[in-house]
T-cell receptor
């Protein structure tokens, strides 16, 4: 059973515009959320995270928003750049589970010039 | 640090053969994870270790799969006998998890396994 869901398999955005990637989760025990970026033939690389005690975390062009009541988080990339084209995975973990990450299936982002 | 190192990068084997995937975590990390990526199921957690001890192997699909971590710097994932449906990319990841604190995991480049 998929506890972390990314319902949009793909997203296309023009360079300079905002990219918004969405993620929903079902397990209320999750208290730490992460976004990973993956290029072909490489492993996922950590991008940004947020603890459940916050509702927003910002790092340069990347901002993650968490809505605990809706069990929803989103990643905003602004402005989007062609180098941002990759697959983005949402992940979540619960302190009581040994910090193992549960991943969504990913959203493929294409940023066009 | 060189990051998480996995070997081999690619493995092609015949059905029924034994396959061993290897992982060297980042030095000092105390948690190690094995994931499998397929088109159908995405990234699935197979097993994870804390301080070399297996904590949860509920994601291991069948008894044909086994994993070991004999010391803090090495882990193996073995499939015996292998089947075509085991074809996937297998990732190893490690993290440093101080007590009561979540941190990110760092992934290796993966092993692409093809069973023919």
């Amino acid at each position: 059973d998929q506890q972390v869901k990314q319902n949009s398999p793909s997203l296309s955005v023009q360079e300079g515009r905002i990219s918004i990637l969405n993620c929903d989760y079902t397990n209320s025990m999750f208290d730490y959320f992460l976004w990973y970026k993956k290029y072909p033939a490489e492993g996922p690389t950590f991008l940004i995270s947020i603890s459940s005690i916050k509702d927003k975390n910002e790092d340069g062009r990347f901002t993650v928003f968490l809505n605990k009541s809706a069990k929803h988080l989103s990643l905003h990339i602004v402005p989007s750049q062609p180098g941002d084209s990759a697959v983005y995975f949402c992940a979540a973990s619960a302190s009581g589970s040994g910090y193992a990450l549960n991943f969504g299936k990913g959203t493929s982002l294409l940023v066009t010039p | 640090d060189a990051g998480v190192i996995q070997s081999p990068r690619h493995e092609v084997t015949e059905m029924g053969q034994e396959v061993t995937l290897r992982c060297k975590p980042i030095s000092g990390h105390n948690s190690l994870f094995w994931y499998r990526q397929t088109m159908m199921r995405g990234l699935e957690l197979l097993i994870y270790f804390n301080n070399n001890v297996p904590i949860d192997d509920s994601g291991m699909p069948e008894d044909r799969f086994s994993a070991k971590m004999p010391n803090a710097s090495f882990s193996t994932l073995k499939i015996q006998p292998s089947e075509p449906r085991d074809s996937a990319v297998y990732f190893c990841a490690s993290s440093l998890n101080p007590q009561s604190m979540n941190t990110e995991a760092f992934f290796g480049q993966g092993t692409r396994l093809t069973v023919v």
